[in-house]
């Protein structure tokens, strides 16, 4: 049975009207606590892999003196030259970063509220479950958001600013461009993450079991691959498999969460 007794449907909109307001609340406050942080963590944190001392560079260009695969180019100087070209574009991405770090914080309380509003049109032994899929998912979306920020976004910038067409050029990075490939590289991982949460689901559902990853292994590695080289399109092996091997460990936990397929009365 339910855990609550039926409720109608202004109820429901009752609740989730005052879900939304307490929502919109927490995350307003941390908007504003936010905004007066935001020039620190934008100069050593945002900015942070413009720079050459950025930790991720300085890891792999100590691993460069002793491994030979490891490319020689991280231990070369770096800096980005970031310009703004647009008269506002500083004020607004000042807003829109207090937007997202208040995202960011408030993530755990928002599947909260997600949860306290479905939990009483469960049944008693599907909350254990569903509870569990929310914080499962929420620390793989953290996860994910870190991947993007250590490891994906620095080396993507690393190989596209240092792209040559001609010597002739020099790179100058607009603001608006350097921001829109830091947050749509860093969220986009941490929506990648939620791969394992997505495979328990449509296997609860009946639409995968695990043959389904052991018969599509080999054409997953290539459509990882595709999507790696996408993610940073760098001729450098070492650039690709870092990106590609976080991928490819999504797969393979995905195939050890979804369930077993059947078995048949012959078996």
């Not at 307003?28 to 950025?54: C, K, N, T």
């Amino acid at each position: 049975m339910a855990a609550q007794s039926e409720m109608s449907f202004w109820d429901h909109l009752e609740a989730l009207r005052w879900m939304l307001i307490r929502v919109f609340i927490v995350l307003g406050a941390f908007m504003l606590l936010g905004f007066m942080f935001i020039p620190y963590l934008f100069d050593h944190v945002v900015m942070a892999p413009s720079r050459g001392d950025f930790f991720l560079y300085r890891w792999i260009a100590e691993a460069g003196q002793s491994l030979s695969f490891v490319p020689d180019f991280m231990g070369k100087p770096f800096r980005v030259d970031v310009i703004n070209i647009k008269l506002a574009s500083q004020f607004f991405i000042h807003m829109s970063l207090s937007f997202w770090l208040a995202l960011l914080i408030t993530f755990p309380y928002l599947i909260y509220e997600v949860w306290k509003f479905v939990c009483p049109a469960l049944y008693d032994n599907e909350k254990k479950g569903v509870k569990w899929s929310f914080v499962f998912g929420t620390v793989m979306f953290f996860l994910g958001c870190i991947v993007g920020y250590s490891v994906v976004f620095p080396l993507t910038l690393r190989f596209l600013y240092t792209y040559e067409l001609s010597p002739n050029i020099s790179n100058q990075l607009a603001l608006d461009s350097y921001m829109n490939y830091f947050l749509m590289l860093i969220f986009m991982m941490g929506i990648m993450f939620e791969l394992p949460l997505l495979s328990m689901l449509f296997s609860k559902l009946g639409m995968i079991n695990r043959s389904f990853f052991r018969k599509y292994r080999r054409h997953a590695i290539t459509v990882l691959l595709i999507v790696a080289a996408v993610i940073t399109p760098s001729s450098d092996p070492f650039t690709l498999m870092a990106v590609f091997i976080p991928i490819y460990i999504l797969w393979e936990i995905s195939a050890l969460l979804v369930r077993r397929e059947a078995k048949t009365e012959c078996d």
